[in-house]
């Protein structure tokens, strides 16, 4: 070869690799917009108790175990596997994988994750949202780290969901120089660490908040965005007009049946529905007349006619809910429909009648709830459901609606109100959460049973109620699926005909969207931006473009 020909060949082929090798990395996409009507009320993981506190969270730090993406389905995050656990059930142990650090460079430890998962134990009881005393006093002993990479959590009690528990935000690993060990801190100034895809970078708690790329993050969900604006609104109308103009990308939850209707009109957006796990119930108080009466409770299981309620005030754009296991969920029953059948009037008078009621002489009934804190649909459809009842002939219905601060302390203390309305959003994805709160210690105001020292069920009212007590223990503790599912099926047959509550209807969440965002094809569910039921929005799966 001539050796010009060979030197320049030579060169361009230089050059061609020194283009290649200096060729910049992609850059992130633009910023992602995420409108929402919810609030910042903590975002200390030993406290925060409210559903987007646990979104911020859950994208800012990470757990031993997480869900996995559009899914109930638990998997290994910062644990190097599902973890071992003792025959007994009591000892759950975890190793920690490698090259673990916080936004700041802080390397985590197992000693460091343990000191902090402690705070839930001693601090915790003391911060005002009372996470600590649902899922963290009541199960765990201890927390140790005999070495640098292994974590042991010592029980009270075997408990078949503690991975679930495991999974959820209070679990994560938070930063020892913003959280410390001896105080609260709810609203820590940014910058705020943890060892997840993001940190935040700043928030105003009326306006926004900036969440950008942890440089030292080594897991699988990597950024796709410079940075993620999270906007607060006001109200779902303001977050609707701006979801349409552009002004956000991305507006997420709290939206009426008539928003979603005319925003399914609007060209470039996208509404994806996630079938959650949010319903609405009545509780009643099994220790005040007339619901001390199991006829009384009965009458008003047979009279509701949920599909009255689905279809005028909702336009069906919610579901019938026939037990407090929402569909889906392990062991699910539709236990009242078939024990009540309702809406069956005759079947309603003749529970009345037994207990000496009539025409001339009707149940007294006082049901209360709060007039905005469900949104303004909830005063219609107790108009409906006043309406059902009073058209036994045999109950006489008084409407009471009462301001949130006030009505839910008084409500589920279980002194104040007789019958009331309430929503319920699971702590963890598992059947339990739908069926243990409202049966022990007061039930959240049903007083089905009465608290005792050192119980972590209470004493039961009757023989029923021990029943329904002894089904659920022996639940908690089985680690056998279909034993489960068996064992809960036989406790809604039961909790119906306590009528412990009276589930009502259960809704979906919505995620609108504009056309040039995307969720990530490698999970299930991107058409909700791999938000599942679990209600857990990891914002590293957001493209846009």
């Keep these: 070869m001539n050796r010009k020909i060979f030197v320049a060949a030579t060169v361009g082929a230089l050059m061609m690799l020194l283009l290649v090798s200096c060729k910049p990395k992609a850059a992130l996409a633009a910023n992602i917009i995420i409108g ?16 987007h506190d646990w979104e911020v969270i859950k994208n800012i730090s990470d757990g031993l175990l997480t869900w996995k993406p559009g899914t109930t389905d638990l998997e290994a995050d910062l644990a190097t596997d599902m973890g071992k656990i003792s025959p007994d059930g009591l000892t759950y142990t975890y190793t920690l994988k490698n090259g673990i650090k916080f936004g700041d460079g802080t390397p985590l430890t197992a ?7 402690n705070r ?16 963290a006093v009541p199960y765990v002993k201890s927390i140790t780290a005999p070495d640098d990479k292994t974590i042991v959590f010592q029980l009270t009690t075997p408990i078949a969901f503690f ?21 609260c801190n709810l609203f820590p100034t940014a910058p705020v660490y943890g060892v997840g895809a993001w940190y935040i970078d700043s928030y105003n708690a009326d306006e926004q908040m900036v969440l950008k790329p942890n440089p030292y993050y080594t897991g699988p969900l990597k950024p796709q965005a410079k940075q993620v604006i999270v906007r607060f609104y006001s109200d779902p109308n303001t977050m609707a007009l701006a979801v349409q103009s552009g002004e956000i990308d991305v507006a997420w939850r709290l939206f009426s049946p008539d928003q979603l209707t ?15 796990g949010a319903i609405r119930y009545l509780i009643l108080n099994h220790t005040q007349k007339p619901f001390d009466d199991p006829n009384v409770v009965k009458a008003i299981a047979s009279a509701v006619d949920r599909n009255e309620i689905v279809d005028k ?5 919610v579901n019938p809910l026939y037990s407090m296991v929402p569909p889906g969920f392990l062991g699910a029953t539709d236990a009242f429909d078939k024990m009540y059948g309702a809406p069956n009037l005759d079947a ?16 007294k009934i006082e049901l209360w709830y709060p007039p905005e804190h469900y949104g303004a649909s909830t005063a219609a459809w107790m108009q409906v459901i006043k309406k059902q009842l009073e058209a036994t002939g045999e109950m006489q219905v008084t409407l009471q609606a009462q301001e949130w601060s006030t009505y839910a302390p008084a409500l589920t203390g279980g002194k104040a109100y007789g019958a009331g309305v309430l929503g319920w959003f699971f702590d963890y994805p598992d059947s339990s959460n739908y069926l243990d709160p409202f049966v022990f210690n007061r039930g959240e105001g049903t007083n089905v049973t009465t608290p005792q020292e050192g119980s972590l069920t209470g004493i039961p009212i009757n023989d029923k109620a021990k029943q329904l007590v002894d089904l659920l223990n022996k639940a908690d503790i089985e680690t056998d699926q279909a034993k489960r599912a068996d064992l809960y099926k036989q406790a809604q047959d039961i909790y119906a005909d306590l009528v412990v509550t009276l589930p009502l209807f259960y809704q979906a969440e919505h995620v609108v969207y504009r056309s040039d965002i995307k969720g990530s094809s490698a999970y299930a569910t991107a058409e909700t931006l791999n938000i599942g039921p679990n209600i857990v929005f990891y914002y590293s799966l957001i493209k846009k473009g």
């Excluded at 839930?120 to 899922?135: E, F, R, S, W, Y």
């Design 36 to 51: 929402t009507t919810d609030k910042v009320a903590s975002l200390d993981s030993a406290d925060a108790y409210a559903v």
């Design 111 to 117: 000693t460091v994750y343990a000191a902090q998962l």
């Design 120 to 135: 839930l134990l001693t601090i915790g009881p003391k911060c005002p949202n009372d996470v600590a005393d649902t899922l």
């Design 163 to 183: 991975p679930q528990i495991l999974a959820g935000a209070p679990y994560v690993a938070s930063d020892p120089n913003i959280f410390k060990a001896d105080a």
């Design 262 to 276: 005319q925003l399914k009109g609007v060209s470039k957006l996208s509404i994806g529905t996630i079938n959650g």
């Design 313 to 317: 005030v909702y336009g069906g754009q």
């Design 348 to 363: 309603a008078k003749k529970y009345l009648e037994a207990s000496g009621y009539s025409a001339a002489n009707p149940a």
